[in-house]
């Protein structure tokens, strides 16, 4: 069975969907409808801008689900999905590929959620870090004892997690995770806390905005970071996009899951090669490659 899935923040690089719009006529349609939709030429970024440019939380967003989506649709009737999963971001574009969404819905939603992202990190000073080779319930138990907000974002792979929460209290865990045997516990270079509670008003926000979007039953299961369970049902698939802004990413479980239920073959599609690594990680026997 294949299962394709889909990049988060972080994955972007300057010249990223360029060749399709160049020899894609009906990507390069979908790309300037992209630009009208969000109301700037998000392509000059994407194709010409500088990596400043495109570490902006309102351009980042759309520009990786752009360039995901469109990828998916160049494929026709080749993309044929066992099942789908995005990492963070990436769950709007697994969603829209396997058509719970349209793509015009889908973007704006990731417009508004990329606007109240980037809004509620102005509220408070606020970051991530990784943390390297220490174990998940290591990794919990030192930030459940660290005064302020400091919870794991992100469980990527076995010894791969990202934490994420107020600056000093993020400093304090990374202090005690070193002492603790973590090889690396690293500061991230992120606009804010993704994933934490910090991102509580961002989340009301677009919960609005899900609210007053039409959702469908997908084509083939999409597997959720909230609980990294396949879920057809429109109601369940969005009361879990609302969650997941202040809730971790449980991306190693959901590759399990979905082997555990029959995938064999993954393909990532969208800028970079992230998912494709974190893949290998938690299982080495599946097939990995990618389309960007």
Sequence with gaps: MKAYVFPGQGAQFV????????????ARELFEKANEILG?????????????????????????????????????????P??????????????????????????????????????ACELKPSTMAAVLALPDEKVEEICAGIPGIVVCANYNCPGQ???????????????????????????????????????????????????????????SPVYQNVDALPHTDPAEIKGNLIAQLTAPVRWTQSVKNMIADGATEFVELGPGKVLQGLVSKINREVSVSGLQ
């Design 15 to 26: 010249g990223m969907g360029k060749d399709l719009y160049d020899n894609n006529p009906e």
């Design 40 to 80: 700037f030429r998000i392509t000059d970024l994407m194709f010409n801008g500088t990596d400043e440019d495109l570490r902006q939380t309102a351009v980042t967003q759309p520009a990786i689900f752009l360039h995901s989506v469109i990828l998916a649709k160049s494929l026709g009737d080749e993309f044929r």
């Design 82 to 119: 066992d099942m789908t999963a995005g990492h963070s971001l990436g769950e709007f574009s697994a969603l829209v590929a396997a058509g719970a969404l349209s793509f015009e819905d889908g973007l704006r939603l990731v417009a508004a959620r990329a606007h109240a992202m980037q809004k």
């Design 161 to 219: 997690i990202v934490i994420s929460g107020e600056i000093e209290a993020i400093d304090a865990a990374c202090e005690k995770l070193l002492a603790a045997g973590a090889k690396r516990a690293l500061k991230l270079k992120v606009g804010g806390a993704f994933h934490s509670p910090c991102m509580e008003p961002a989340r009301a926000e677009l919960a609005e905005a899900i609210d007053h979007t039409t959702f469908s039953v997908p084509t």
